[in-house]
């Protein structure tokens, strides 16, 4: 290096920060090749005796030159923090993973602690990661809190090799009596997809101590929204979940939805560009109603949801003291919706926490098929096995016991329902509760709506009807919000009034549907809050529902006395 290369060299250190215990390095645009050129670096390193951070940002660093650095660092045993991101700038992909070797290797020689490694911005791939194994799994990381791996190109094979990692960190200090806990997880733009996202997911779920987890941008669907939400399940401290712009779609949604209603610390939601869509956004409204009481932030944005949606969203959002953003912009709800939605805010004091509207996609065409995303992935409901069922997420047995022990008289009537056989049923009518359970809403759905389309004016008719309509909603509208919404859901999507996603049969609408929902709009087992969603899909689906005016008219009356009788 040139002397007067040197002397720039050194004037720029000198105008860097260089606190007792940290040298920070950061922007300079440092280029260094070899040991001449970080001359000075290393200087400084030497003398920083008891050297806790070491900051590389915004230089780039060649193999030789990474080599000298390892070798200062190499005494350097009070080292924590290693910001190392957006070092290799113009460098050949080949030389990342013998240079990320070496400065490893030399905190491992130096038998360093570290709490924080951020090496985002590297773009070195799955090679980039092999750099970091060893380290990753060493004692040096036993003690890590927060790993930054953001836009580093990592890909399936990256993901996969860090989530062994980790594994492997977390039973080594396991073994020794303090396991790792890492607390802070970056990776987005790393192309993971669903397999590199389900291997990390193992390790999320074993470590159970994050605290913040961003993973956005990765082409992650639901195979892998669903592994994620299955660990977050076991992390109870996490406080931020950053999973924008990946594809959730219904099934995916449904299990993160489930997922947080566990969790009692979460204040920070974005699933924003995530195709959460309407049934989702209902999903997660009942965990807003039932849980996350710290929540301050809420994005879904740009996920397709309507204009109905956004409201029962809006109406979840009323007790929560703590939020700060809802941040709804880019979805499907209109010009009227937008104004309906603000509206909603305003009337619970909340209308500054609604964030722009300005990109909002328009109402959707009415033309438009059910989406069916998830098809591309796998469509079939059941496992391979035909032991597993997963109805919107949740696991459960197709045999249940109650299934299997239906009484004959129950199996005839609803595979071939008529209003004589439910009269012959008798006092056997209340166990038409037995064939629905909350864990799967289409059944329930499906039982609710063929029982409630034999209702008649006819006294006896009527009165068996609604004795059986009641036996049905108590038992499923009685659980937690979580389920009672997803029944509901369910039933608006297969009564036309709500677009879904998957292949539901939708029924042909008839008077009596809408008649038992108004009689159990008088019953006490239909709560504010339900009568309070079904009354907003119903008022934005007149078109949906003019076979059968008078019917809904009298729905709507007594779902509106409902809502406002809490009041």
Not at 40 to 46: G, K, N, Q
Not at 164 to 180: K, N, T
Not at 405 to 420: D, G, K, M, N
């Amino acid at each position: 290096m040139a002397s007067d290369d040197i002397a720039q060299l050194a004037d720029a250190l000198s105008k860097t920060h260089v606190g007792n215990r940290e040298l920070s390095y950061k922007g300079l645009g440092l280029k260094l090749d070899n040991k001449e050129s970080a001359k000075e670096l290393i200087h400084e390193i030497e003398h920083c005796q008891d050297l806790t951070a070491l900051c590389l940002e915004g230089n780039t660093v060649g193999v030789e030159a990474a080599q000298a650095i390892a070798k200062a660092l190499e005494s350097r045993d009070q080292l924590q923090r290693c910001y190392w991101s957006d070092m290799f700038t113009g460098r050949l992909r080949s030389e990342i993973p013998t240079a990320l070797r070496s400065l490893g290797s030399a905190v491992m020689c130096a038998g360093a602690r570290l709490t924080e490694l951020d090496l985002s911005d590297n773009a070195f791939g799955p090679d980039g990661v092999k750099g970091i194994e060893q380290l990753l799994k060493s004692p040096s990381c036993h003690t890590l809190r927060e790993l930054k791996l953001n836009n580093c190109g990592m890909g399936i094979g990256g993901g996969k090799i860090l989530a062994e990692a980790l594994i492997e960190c977390h039973r080594e200090s396991s073994a020794l009596g303090a396991p790792l806990r890492l607390r802070v997880f970056v990776a987005g733009r790393n192309r993971l997809e669903n397999e590199g996202a389900s291997a990390l997911a193992k390790a999320f779920q074993l470590m159970g101590s994050l605290e913040e987890v961003h993973m956005p941008q990765n082409g992650i669907n639901y195979p892998g929204v669903m592994a994620l939400a299955s660990a977050m399940q076991h992390n109870p401290e996490l406080r931020v979940l950053n999973l924008n712009d990946n594809t959730f779609t219904k099934r995916g949604t449904l299990a993160m939805a489930q997922a947080l209603r566990l969790l009692r610390n979460v204040q920070v939601i974005n699933f924003g560009d995530c195709l959460v869509r309407s049934e989702g956004a209902i999903a997660l409204a009942a965990v807003l109603r039932e849980g996350l009481p710290v929540l301050r932030e809420l994005n879904l944005s740009f996920g397709e949801i309507t204009e109905a949606a956004a409201l029962v969203v809006a109406q979840a959002v009323r007790d929560k003291p703590h939020l700060e953003k809802v941040d709804l912009n880019g979805n499907c709800l209109g010009e009227e919706g937008c104004e309906a939605l603000k509206e909603a805010m305003e009337n619970i004091d909340k209308g500054d926490l609604l964030a722009s509207l300005s990109d909002d996609e328009g109402e959707p065409d009415e033309e438009d098929e059910d989406e069916d995303d998830d098809a591309s992935v796998d469509d079939d409901d059941e496992e391979e096995d035909g032991e597993i069922v997963k109805e919107n997420g949740i696991p459960r047995k197709d045999d249940s016991p109650e299934k299997s022990q239906s009484p004959a008289e129950i199996v005839s009537f609803l595979s071939c329902p008529s209003a004589e056989k439910l009269l012959q049923l008798g006092e056997m009518r209340t166990n038409l509760k037995q064939e629905v359970d909350a864990s799967n809403p289409h059944r329930a759905a499906e039982v609710f709506l063929t029982i409630a389309s034999l209702y008649s004016e006819d006294p006896e008719t009527k009165a068996a009807v609604f004795e059986s309509t009641d036996a049905v909603l108590k038992k499923i509208l009685s659980g937690s919000d979580f389920h009672s919404h997803g029944f509901l859901t369910t039933l608006l999507v297969m009564m036309g009034l709500l677009k879904g996603e998957g292949k539901m049969k939708k029924v042909s609408l008839v008077p009596g549907h809408l008649m038992c929902l108004e009689h159990a709009a008088q019953q006490e087992y239909l709560k504010h809050h339900h009568a309070a969603l079904l009354h907003t899909f119903i008022s934005k689906n007149g078109g949906a529902l003019k076979s059968c005016s008078t019917a809904t008219e009298r729905l709507s009356s007594a779902l509106e006395k409902k809502c406002n009788d809490q009041h």
